[in-house]
C-alpha cells in the first residue's frame, strides 16, 4: 500500500510560477516510477509528467514541455512539479501517482493522492 499526498496548489496570475510536491509513505517508493496527472472541470483527468526510479527519464505531454519540470528525491519519498510561465488553461486539479514505469497511460497508474488545486488567472 502506497499513500501520497499532494501539497503546493494555489492561485497564480498567467506567467507565474508554483511548485508542487507530492509525498509518499511506505518504504517502497524508490521502486515506483511516479506521475503527475491534472483534470479540469468537465474534462477527463490528463498526463503531465513522469519520471523513472532513478529520474534518468522523464516525459511530458506537449502542452508543458519547456514550462513544466518534474523531478524526485527518493531519500525524502516526495516527487515534485516544478511549474513555470504557467497559463490558465493549467488550472485543474493535480495529481500524482505510481507506476511501474514511465507511461503517460493512466490506466498503468495505481495509487493516486487526492490532488492539489492549481489556478491561474488572466
Known amino acids: 500500500q502506497v499513500q501520497l499526498v499532494e501539497s503546493g496548489g494555489g492561485l497564480v496570475q498567467a506567467g507565474g510560477s508554483l511548485r508542487l510536491s507530492c509525498v509518499a509513505s511506505?518504504?517502497?517508493?524508490?521502486?515506483?516510477?511516479m506521475g503527475w496527472f491534472r483534470q479540469a472541470p468537465g474534462k477527463e483527468r490528463e498526463f503531465v509528467a513522469a519520471?523513472?526510479?532513478?529520474?534518468?527519464?522523464?516525459d511530458y505531454a506537449d502542452s508543458v514541455k519547456g514550462r513544466f519540470t518534474i523531478s524526485r528525491d527518493n531519500a525524502k519519498n516526495t516527487v515534485y512539479l516544478q511549474m513555470n510561465t504557467l497559463k490558465p488553461e493549467d488550472t485543474a486539479v493535480y495529481y500524482c501517482?505510481?507506476?511501474?514505469?514511465?507511461?503517460?497511460?493512466?490506466?498503468?497508474?495505481?495509487?493516486w493522492g487526492q490532488g492539489t488545486q492549481v489556478t491561474v488567472s488572466s
Open positions: 501517482a505510481v507506476a511501474a514505469t514511465v507511461t503517460s497511460n493512466r490506466s498503468r497508474y495505481g495509487y
Open positions: 511506505g518504504r517502497t517508493f524508490s521502486r515506483y516510477a
Open positions: 519520471i523513472s526510479v532513478n529520474g534518468a527519464v522523464t
